[in-house]
């Protein structure tokens, strides 16, 4: 680690208390903080190759070194600061000294904005202020986007708030969980309770419906159902992912028997995608009228039938 850094460490160990403001020069960006309270820093860190790019009362607070093509940068201030109390932070929810939170997150966003690390989508919250406890993720997938948000609470008094999501593309947004689309947006408002989670889907099209076709209406226990599910749009497919689940007469899902099956992302423009599939029965399972529900994950577009499951003539040997 050392060497990956180009630091060292002095015999004295400790940290120390620095007041003043933080001065350098990062990647070419002027560095200039002015800190509300002093923060601490280890003042026995010192340089072995890295360059001090900010310093405060001559200890290296912020370093990097050339690493190929990348760089290994240190901070040498820590991210927890628990100054008004004494007691383990696991005993309480305590998250640390609000100014020395600004001073770090004021630090980041000059490192990461001098290596060109942007947010992966924008998020608009009221007054300027993120929501306590809030984390929003991005996934790309081609040309579809996954958009997750979970939220932990502050305390019992804490309200809601209203915060606008900002895709990269605008498309047709669905909210998972619910399985409801949302209509074409380029920006998604939601509420978000004290507690929460949420997850929408943005997609290039429009779902229109999902349908599923069975080989045989009707087969013997300890057979193969067989059939396939067709999901229509009208575009270049992304990949989708829908979900099978078989339920016994008597309504009892069967875990056994559930299926993911993955339709890829397709090249050309096409008007809906289909995916077969195959079901094992045992030859002991339920007769009777059984039901099979598709759903596709991202939009909650579903669809059902039913299928009859009769004892095969083994199982009626068996029985005699």
């Known amino acids: 680690m050392a060497r990956l850094f180009g630091l060292t460490y002095t015999p004295t160990l400790g940290r120390t208390l620095v007041a ?16 509300t309270i002093p923060f601490p820093a280890d003042p026995a860190v010192a340089l072995r190759g890295a360059t001090a ?13 050339t690493l190929g093509k990348g760089r290994a940068i240190c901070l040498n201030i820590p991210f927890n600061y628990y100054q ?3 007691m383990p932070d696991s005993q309480y929810a305590y998250w640390g000294e609000p100014h020395h939170n600004a001073l770090i997150a004021a630090l980041l966003r000059e490192v990461l904005a001098a290596v060109g690390v942007t947010r992966p989508l924008a998020v608009d919250c009221p007054a300027g ?17 996954y958009i997750g948000l979970t939220k932990g ?28 689309h949302l209509g074409r947006l380029d920006a998604i408002p939601c509420t978000v309770n004290s507690v ?25 226990a300890g057979g193969e159902l067989r059939g396939e599910a067709t999901l229509a749009f009208s575009g270049t497919p992304v990949r989708h ?27 050309l423009l096409q008007r809906g995608k289909t995916v077969a599939f195959a079901l094992p029965i045992a030859a002991n399972e ?13 939009t909650g577009t579903s669809a059902t039938c039913t299928f009859a499951i009769r004892q095969s003539s083994t199982s009626k040997e068996i029985h005699r």
């Open 196 to 220: 929460d989670v949420k997850l929408f889907a943005v997609l290039p099209y429009r779902v229109e419906k999902l349908t599923v076709k069975l080989a045989q209406d009707a087969i013997a």
């Open 153 to 180: 609470r502050k305390d019992d008094a804490e309200g809601t708030s209203a915060i606008t999501l900002r895709p990269r593309r605008a498309g047709e947004v669905y909210d998972v969980l619910a399985g409801r």
């Open 84 to 86: 008004n109390t004494t």
């Open 20 to 35: 003043g403001t933080i001065r350098g020069e990062f990647l070419g960006r002027p560095l200039a903080l002015s800190p």
């Open 286 to 298: 339920s007769v009777g009228e059984w039901t099979l529900q598709a759903t596709d994950v991202a």
């Open 129 to 145: 202020q993120w929501p306590f406890r809030m984390n929003v993720a991005h996934l790309p997938d081609g040309r579809a986007q």
């Open 53 to 65: 790019t900010a310093t405060g009362n001559g200890i290296p607070l912020l370093t990097t070194r």
């Open 241 to 267: 992912v829908v979900n099978l689940q078989a339920r016994r007469p008597d309504g009892q899902a069967v875990r056994y028997l559930t299926r993911n099956l993955e339709l890829p992302a397709g090249s």
